[in-house]
């Protein structure tokens, strides 16, 4: 008996909302009295798959056959699936992501498993199994009990900070039983920004809307983000016009995010955007309109120009 | 082709959500119920659908009469016939336990829903109904043709999107782009008052999951404003107070 944690690849290493899973997962162990076992499907290197124990898994199975190097969530649910029943974990723990999603709605069927999304803290044992987990796009937290022999547990990012270690886990290779029927959704072709922070995952986000003017004024949106090492993000207006790409925006109908540090220039901050981002941990409002309502949501708010004050935030993070 | 749209009844995304029943519950009054966003888009895509390619457009809610609002607006939007089943929808196993039952009655070409419901945020539904029909679940859909019997689809992911095809029938999530938004017109919102609402008895009874209570975010603390002149302060201040850069 174990708990399981699925843990994601991003172009061979393991996504750090997974290492953060990993650390959840071998902590739910802990108050089990059981071991956590961290799952990795697709192509990646034993030296980075054994970075799973530094976070708390005492083993990593890797299940490395090529048709799993495409994230597929039908044939990621069976895998996974095989890989509980394996290890007899009633427990499945995974980070929120794109994939993780589509796979553990899937897995949840499959295994006649309560699925708790968006939980936030670990689970309280006292008479049952809660956890709490984010509702209403952060605007409330459901105490919801898993009555259910099998459970999953998809942790929102970026609210479990992990402690690392220096142990490591043995890496056994994984080999399940993969299924044609899996496998007919045809991936035609695949569009990703590369070497940029994904969003999603990103620790610092600087983010801007209509008070831009025209997507030919983003240089210093980006110029800033790149100094800070941070991600870019947009408003629903930005996207609509196509400013920007849909992945870049945040809020009610868009990404949801919870970075440490969430940057927003020139958005007025409507309750639909706030959805999207009132999770970060400190926000930063600059705007022009001293009465924008973003400001009742921020932790430190400019007036003033996003024209002028970006330039000077980019030059004073460089002098740091 | 058969489509089965699947639509959620939840608060309007402007509702401050307040607690009652020393917080056991989420205060109903005064809420305005609109139909789930992402919902929306799925409905106002399979309408479009039908508009070129013909067929029909169910729409399905699992809920209580109170929901009946939402479900005469899907109707005014283009859809042709819509079911209830007469149940609170308790947690996403149980909801896809009605859904799969209605669809396993009817054999639909293409099972359309919200990528997540905005009120619990769960995104399971279709997934799990993908596996108990045993039919593939894509989400999030951000475009979706149907040629023949092969649906092209383009997915969001993290950084990008991907393109995709399959066969129906399928179960997917949508969001937006999919589709623009549509507005119910007069003539929309009369012939809506007399097309078919079935009212039918929940099928199962499973839940695998219980809220025992809510709790609401604290309040955040005041804004620090920093004057304009002295933005680079700010810097200053997210190193050494906030200590997030």
């Known amino acids: ?320 | 082709m058969k489509i089965l749209v699947c639509v959620t009844s939840v608060p309007d995304t402007i509702t401050k959500i307040t607690l009652t029943d020393n917080n056991t519950k989420l205060n109903k009054a005064g809420v305005q119920f609109i139909t789930g966003p992402y919902d929306d888009y799925a409905l106002s895509r399979a309408v479009e659908l039908k508009e070129q390619q013909g067929g029909t457009v169910t729409v399905l809610n699992v809920g209580e009469a109170d929901a009946e609002p939402v479900i005469r607006k899907c109707l005014a939007i283009g859809a042709d016939d819509a079911i209830r089943v007469n149940a609170e929808p308790t947690d996403a196993y149980f909801v896809a336990e009605q859904i799969a039952a209605v669809a396993r009655e009817n054999s639909y070409d293409l099972i359309l829903m919200g990528r997540e419901s905005i009120d619990y945020n769960g995104g399971q539904v279709h997934g799990i109904v993908g596996e108990m029909l045993g039919i593939p679940s894509i989400s999030p859909v951000m475009k979706l043709d149907i040629e023949g019997s092969t649906a092209k689809i383009t997915r969001e992911i993290e950084g990008g999107h991907e393109d995709l095809e399959a066969g129906l029938p399928l179960v997917l999530g949508c969001q937006e782009p999919i589709a623009e938004w549509k507005i119910p017109n007069m003539r929309g919102i009369m012939t809506a008052r007399t097309k078919k609402l079935t009212v039918v008895e929940p099928a199962g009874k499973d839940t695998l999951t219980q809220i025992s209570s809510y709790e609401l975010p604290p309040a955040r603390g005041a804004c620090k404003m920093i004057p304009a002149e002295e933005a680079e302060t700010l810097i200053r201040l997210l190193r050494t107070e906030a200590k997030v850069i």
């Not at chain 1, 490591?168 to 290779?173: M, N, S």
């Open chain 1, 1 to 320: 008996m174990s708990v399981l944690i699925f843990a994601e690849l991003e172009e061979g290493a393991i996504k750090k909302s997974s290492l953060e899973a990993i650390y959840y997962g071998s902590k739910v162990a802990e108050q089990t009295g059981t071991t956590a076992t961290a799952l990795v499907l697709g192509e990646g290197s034993t030296d980075e798959l054994a970075k799973a124990g530094r976070f708390g898994a005492t083993e990593v199975l890797h299940a490395s056959d090529a048709r799993l190097n495409e994230g597929n969530a039908l044939a990621y649910a069976s895998v996974v699936a095989e890989a509980a029943n394996q290890e007899g974990a009633n427990i499945i723990v995974l980070a929120k992501s794109s994939l993780a999603d589509s796979m553990a709605a899937r897995l949840a069927g499959k295994l006649k498993a309560g699925l708790a999304a968006n939980v936030i803290e670990l689970p309280d044992l006292s008479g049952g199994f809660r956890v709490k987990r984010s509702i209403f796009t952060g605007k409330a937290f459901a105490i919801t009990e898993l009555t259910a022999e099998k459970k999953i547990l998809a942790i929102k990012k970026n609210t479990i900070t992990p402690e690392e270690t220096d142990a490591t886990a043995p890496v056994e290779a994984f080999s399940p039983v993969l299924n044609d029927t899996d496998f007919v959704v045809k991936v035609t072709n695949v569009e990703k920004a590369t070497g940029d922070i994904l969003l999603p995952e990103a620790d610092l986000v600087v983010s801007a809307g209509r008070g831009l003017k025209g997507p030919e004024n983003w240089g210093i949106v980006e110029d800033l983000a790149k100094a800070l090492h941070a991600a870019t993000a947009c408003s629903k207006p930005v996207s609509d016009l196509d400013w920007r790409p849909h992945h870049e925006h945040v809020g009610q109908t868009g990404i949801k995010i919870s970075p440490n540090l969430y940057i927003a220039c020139g958005i007025s901050g409507a309750i639909q955007h706030l959805a999207g981002v009132n999770s970060s941990k400190v926000i930063v409002v600059i705007n022009k309109d001293a009465e924008a309502p973003f400001f009742k949501s921020a932790d430190y708010g400019i007036v003033g120009d996003v024209f002028d004050v970006l330039p000077r935030l980019t030059k004073a993070v460089k002098e740091l």
